[in-house]
T-cell receptor, first 112, second 115 residues
Framework: SQQGEEDPQALSIQEGENATMNCSYK?????LQWYRQNSGRGLVHLIL?????REKHSGRLRVTLDTSKKSSSLLITASRAADTASYFC????????????FGAGTQVVVTP | NAGVTQTPKFQVLKTGQSMTLQCAQD?????MYWYRQDPGMGLRLIYY???????DKGEVPNGYNVSRLNKREFSLRLESAAPSQTSVYFC??????????????FGPGTRLTVL
Protein backbone atom coordinates (compact mmCIF):
# COMPACT_ATOMS: atom_id res chain seq x y z
CA SER A 1 0.00 0.00 0.00
CA GLN A 2 1.17 3.54 -0.66
CA GLN A 3 1.72 5.81 2.30
CA GLY A 4 1.70 9.09 0.43
CA GLU A 5 -1.02 10.19 -1.94
CA GLU A 6 -0.57 13.19 -4.18
CA ASP A 7 -3.29 15.53 -5.28
CA PRO A 8 -4.07 16.43 -8.01
CA GLN A 9 -3.14 13.49 -10.21
CA ALA A 10 -2.47 15.86 -13.10
CA LEU A 11 -1.91 19.59 -13.46
CA SER A 12 -1.64 21.70 -16.58
CA ILE A 13 -0.40 25.29 -16.34
CA GLN A 14 1.26 27.95 -18.45
CA GLU A 15 4.79 29.19 -18.10
CA GLY A 16 5.12 31.79 -15.39
CA GLU A 17 2.25 30.43 -13.32
CA ASN A 18 2.69 28.71 -9.97
CA ALA A 19 2.08 25.00 -9.51
CA THR A 20 0.91 23.56 -6.21
CA MET A 21 0.55 19.90 -5.39
CA ASN A 22 -0.30 18.20 -2.14
CA CYS A 23 0.67 14.99 -0.41
CA SER A 24 -1.19 13.24 2.38
CA TYR A 25 0.14 10.35 4.40
CA LYS A 26 -1.19 8.01 7.03
CA UNK A 27 1.39 7.27 9.73
CA UNK A 28 4.04 9.20 11.62
CA UNK A 29 7.25 10.06 9.79
CA UNK A 30 10.81 11.20 10.42
CA UNK A 31 10.99 13.07 7.15
CA LEU A 32 9.17 13.66 3.88
CA GLN A 33 10.88 14.04 0.54
CA TRP A 34 9.83 15.29 -2.88
CA TYR A 35 11.23 13.88 -6.11
CA ARG A 36 10.87 14.78 -9.77
CA GLN A 37 10.83 12.32 -12.66
CA ASN A 38 11.20 13.42 -16.24
CA SER A 39 9.66 11.11 -18.81
CA GLY A 40 11.70 7.94 -19.20
CA ARG A 41 14.23 8.89 -16.55
CA GLY A 42 15.06 8.02 -12.97
CA LEU A 43 13.87 10.09 -10.03
CA VAL A 44 15.76 13.16 -8.92
CA HIS A 45 15.63 14.39 -5.34
CA LEU A 46 14.24 17.91 -4.90
CA ILE A 47 13.91 18.60 -1.20
CA LEU A 48 13.75 16.87 2.18
CA UNK A 49 11.81 18.26 5.13
CA UNK A 50 12.12 16.79 8.61
CA UNK A 51 9.18 16.20 10.90
CA UNK A 52 10.22 19.10 13.16
CA UNK A 53 10.32 21.57 10.26
CA ARG A 54 7.30 23.42 8.92
CA GLU A 55 8.62 25.04 5.77
CA LYS A 56 11.62 24.76 3.52
CA HIS A 57 12.77 26.59 0.40
CA SER A 58 15.09 25.63 -2.41
CA GLY A 59 15.29 28.02 -5.35
CA ARG A 60 11.80 28.21 -6.85
CA LEU A 61 10.54 25.37 -4.66
CA ARG A 62 8.68 25.80 -1.40
CA VAL A 63 7.65 22.83 0.70
CA THR A 64 5.42 22.91 3.75
CA LEU A 65 4.73 20.15 6.24
CA ASP A 66 1.82 19.93 8.65
CA THR A 67 2.31 16.86 10.82
CA SER A 68 -0.98 17.44 12.65
CA LYS A 69 -2.83 17.05 9.35
CA LYS A 70 -0.32 14.54 7.97
CA SER A 71 0.06 16.56 4.82
CA SER A 72 2.67 18.38 2.77
CA SER A 73 2.57 20.71 -0.19
CA LEU A 74 5.07 21.49 -2.94
CA LEU A 75 4.89 24.88 -4.62
CA ILE A 76 6.83 25.61 -7.80
CA THR A 77 6.88 29.33 -8.49
CA ALA A 78 7.24 30.96 -11.92
CA SER A 79 7.08 27.61 -13.67
CA ARG A 80 9.04 26.86 -16.84
CA ALA A 81 8.53 24.36 -19.63
CA ALA A 82 11.48 22.43 -18.17
CA ASP A 83 9.41 21.82 -15.01
CA THR A 84 7.20 19.44 -17.01
CA ALA A 85 7.57 16.16 -15.12
CA SER A 86 5.95 13.89 -12.57
CA TYR A 87 6.40 14.84 -8.94
CA PHE A 88 6.36 12.30 -6.13
CA CYS A 89 6.29 12.62 -2.39
CA UNK A 90 7.98 9.94 -0.32
CA UNK A 91 7.75 9.29 3.39
CA UNK A 92 10.07 7.24 5.52
CA UNK A 93 9.10 4.40 7.77
CA UNK A 94 10.25 5.25 11.33
CA UNK A 95 10.18 1.55 12.26
CA UNK A 96 12.35 0.49 9.35
CA UNK A 97 15.13 2.92 8.75
CA UNK A 98 15.84 3.88 5.20
CA UNK A 99 12.67 2.58 3.60
CA UNK A 100 10.64 5.11 1.64
CA UNK A 101 7.05 4.83 0.47
CA PHE A 102 6.17 6.75 -2.65
CA GLY A 103 2.86 8.15 -3.75
CA ALA A 104 1.48 7.72 -7.26
CA GLY A 105 2.65 11.19 -8.27
CA THR A 106 1.33 14.39 -9.80
CA GLN A 107 1.93 14.80 -13.52
CA VAL A 108 2.67 18.46 -14.28
CA VAL A 109 2.61 19.88 -17.80
CA VAL A 110 3.87 23.42 -18.32
CA THR A 111 3.04 24.91 -21.70
CA PRO A 112 4.99 27.83 -23.19
CA ASN B 1 31.25 10.41 -10.47
CA ALA B 2 28.85 8.14 -12.34
CA GLY B 3 26.39 8.04 -9.40
CA VAL B 4 24.13 4.98 -9.70
CA THR B 5 24.48 2.85 -12.81
CA GLN B 6 22.22 0.05 -13.95
CA THR B 7 22.59 -2.63 -16.60
CA PRO B 8 20.98 -3.50 -18.89
CA LYS B 9 18.85 -0.53 -19.97
CA PHE B 10 16.34 -2.70 -21.83
CA GLN B 11 15.54 -6.40 -21.73
CA VAL B 12 12.92 -8.67 -23.25
CA LEU B 13 12.42 -12.08 -21.68
CA LYS B 14 10.16 -15.02 -22.33
CA THR B 15 8.05 -16.40 -19.52
CA GLY B 16 10.14 -18.71 -17.36
CA GLN B 17 13.52 -17.24 -18.30
CA SER B 18 15.82 -15.88 -15.64
CA MET B 19 17.98 -12.78 -15.53
CA THR B 20 19.94 -10.58 -13.18
CA LEU B 21 19.74 -6.80 -13.08
CA GLN B 22 22.96 -5.17 -12.02
CA CYS B 23 23.35 -1.99 -10.00
CA ALA B 24 26.45 -0.18 -8.80
CA GLN B 25 27.02 3.10 -6.95
CA ASP B 26 30.23 5.06 -6.50
CA UNK B 27 29.10 7.36 -3.67
CA UNK B 28 30.19 5.05 -0.85
CA UNK B 29 26.61 4.80 0.39
CA UNK B 30 25.69 2.15 2.90
CA UNK B 31 22.08 1.60 1.80
CA MET B 32 20.79 0.39 -1.55
CA TYR B 33 17.29 -0.31 -2.88
CA TRP B 34 15.42 -1.95 -5.72
CA TYR B 35 12.06 -0.56 -6.85
CA ARG B 36 9.64 -1.31 -9.63
CA GLN B 37 7.44 1.28 -11.29
CA ASP B 38 4.29 0.37 -13.17
CA PRO B 39 2.26 2.78 -15.33
CA GLY B 40 0.34 5.34 -13.31
CA MET B 41 1.86 4.19 -10.06
CA GLY B 42 4.60 5.34 -7.82
CA LEU B 43 7.60 3.25 -6.97
CA ARG B 44 7.16 0.08 -4.96
CA LEU B 45 10.05 -1.28 -2.94
CA ILE B 46 11.10 -4.81 -3.84
CA TYR B 47 14.13 -5.34 -1.61
CA TYR B 48 16.60 -3.15 0.18
CA UNK B 49 19.96 -3.45 1.85
CA UNK B 50 20.48 -1.13 4.81
CA UNK B 51 24.19 -1.94 4.88
CA UNK B 52 26.67 -4.33 3.35
CA UNK B 53 25.84 -7.88 4.42
CA UNK B 54 22.14 -7.28 5.08
CA UNK B 55 19.08 -7.51 2.86
CA ASP B 56 15.40 -7.19 3.69
CA LYS B 57 12.12 -7.60 1.88
CA GLY B 58 10.16 -4.60 0.78
CA GLU B 59 6.55 -4.29 -0.28
CA VAL B 60 6.61 -6.63 -3.32
CA PRO B 61 9.43 -9.22 -2.93
CA ASN B 62 7.71 -12.29 -4.40
CA GLY B 63 9.45 -13.63 -7.49
CA TYR B 64 12.71 -11.78 -6.81
CA ASN B 65 15.99 -12.39 -5.03
CA VAL B 66 18.82 -9.99 -4.29
CA SER B 67 22.51 -10.09 -3.54
CA ARG B 68 24.54 -7.33 -1.91
CA LEU B 69 27.80 -8.30 -3.51
CA ASN B 70 29.85 -5.61 -1.77
CA LYS B 71 29.31 -2.04 -0.65
CA ARG B 72 29.11 -0.83 -4.26
CA GLU B 73 26.94 -3.47 -5.92
CA PHE B 74 23.40 -4.72 -5.38
CA SER B 75 21.87 -7.13 -7.89
CA LEU B 76 18.26 -8.20 -8.45
CA ARG B 77 17.47 -11.63 -9.85
CA LEU B 78 14.31 -12.90 -11.48
CA GLU B 79 14.49 -16.69 -11.27
CA SER B 80 11.48 -17.47 -13.48
CA ALA B 81 10.12 -14.37 -15.16
CA ALA B 82 6.36 -13.83 -15.42
CA PRO B 83 4.41 -11.28 -17.49
CA SER B 84 3.38 -9.58 -14.23
CA GLN B 85 7.03 -8.63 -13.78
CA THR B 86 6.95 -6.42 -16.86
CA SER B 87 7.93 -3.08 -15.39
CA VAL B 88 10.62 -0.45 -15.10
CA TYR B 89 13.14 -1.30 -12.39
CA PHE B 90 15.07 1.35 -10.52
CA CYS B 91 18.02 0.97 -8.22
CA UNK B 92 18.80 3.65 -5.63
CA UNK B 93 21.29 4.34 -2.86
CA UNK B 94 21.40 6.56 0.19
CA UNK B 95 23.34 7.35 3.34
CA UNK B 96 22.20 7.75 6.91
CA UNK B 97 23.17 9.74 9.99
CA UNK B 98 21.85 8.75 13.43
CA UNK B 99 18.22 7.91 12.75
CA UNK B 100 17.93 10.05 9.67
CA UNK B 101 18.29 8.84 6.14
CA UNK B 102 19.18 11.28 3.43
CA UNK B 103 18.01 11.59 -0.12
CA UNK B 104 18.00 8.60 -2.40
CA UNK B 105 19.98 8.71 -5.62
CA PHE B 106 18.42 6.80 -8.49
CA GLY B 107 19.80 5.00 -11.48
CA PRO B 108 18.36 5.48 -14.99
CA GLY B 109 16.21 2.34 -14.82
CA THR B 110 15.89 -0.98 -16.64
CA ARG B 111 12.86 -1.47 -18.86
CA LEU B 112 11.90 -5.13 -18.70
CA THR B 113 9.26 -6.80 -20.83
CA VAL B 114 8.24 -10.40 -20.17
CA LEU B 115 6.36 -12.07 -23.01
Amino acid sequence: SQQGEEDPQALSIQEGENATMNCSYKTSINNLQWYRQNSGRGLVHLILIRSNEREKHSGRLRVTLDTSKKSSSLLITASRAADTASYFCATDDPDSWGKLQFGAGTQVVVTP
Amino acid sequence: NAGVTQTPKFQVLKTGQSMTLQCAQDMNHNSMYWYRQDPGMGLRLIYYSASEGTTDKGEVPNGYNVSRLNKREFSLRLESAAPSQTSVYFCASSEFWDIYYGEQFFGPGTRLTVL
